[in-house]
């Protein structure tokens, strides 16, 4: 157990069911200063290496600390990033992961096609009037478009970071419905949902 324990902490994320049980009481236990809900991290790897081969590419939107790259390293050779905080960028050696990373805003990122993009804990960081030009933008410039969100989560910038503050913290089932309606619901609890493209 022991040495389950320090892959967690090494960015492994559990690849069955008995495994995510013992990384979320780990979680409890051990909390990382940065990181995500890790919800359905298992099934999107799963979902997304059953759907596609390594050498489809992928977009990570709002890398944050390289959550989705160590996710999906293991099954696709070619992973870009953006991240707009460049003292993020600084402190988790983001460019040392990524084959391309884009310190820029997501909303100004112009590309033509990703095969898959993920976009994971970031929406709810850029208000309505700019998230949902993204989604539409994001929307026809990939196959897959994964967007996993937390439900009713209020946070503050303590840095006064323009990327740290939910600009959308009252996220639900029901609004997500009415303010995306590109976006399908394929997994979710109480914490968070992710979605997918209507296709």
Known sequence: MDELFEKFQNHYFPENEEEEKQY???????PFEYGSYPYFKRQIKQYLSNKYSK????????????????LLKDNFDTIDGIEGNKEVI????????????????????????????T?????????YSKAIKLVEYLYDRCDELIIAIPYNLPM???????????????????????RYPLLKLKWANEYIGVYTKWI
Request: hydrophobic letters at 30%; glycine letters at 8%.
């Open 156 to 178: 503050e910038s303590p840095t006064g970071s323009p990327y740290a503050s939910h600009k959308q913290p009252d996220l639900t089932v029901g609004n997500m419905e009415e």
């Open 119 to 127: 976009m994971g804990d970031c929406l709810e960081h850029i208000e």
């Open 55 to 70: 050498d489809n590419t992928v977009l990570d939107i709002g890398c944050g600390y390289g959550t989705y790259f160590y």
């Open 90 to 117: 600084n402190n988790s050696g983001l460019t040392e992961l990524y084959s391309n990373l884009f310190n820029v805003d997501a909303c100004e990122f112009k590309f033509d096609h990703y095969n898959i993009i």
């Open 24 to 30: 979320l009481i780990y979680l409890d236990e051990h």
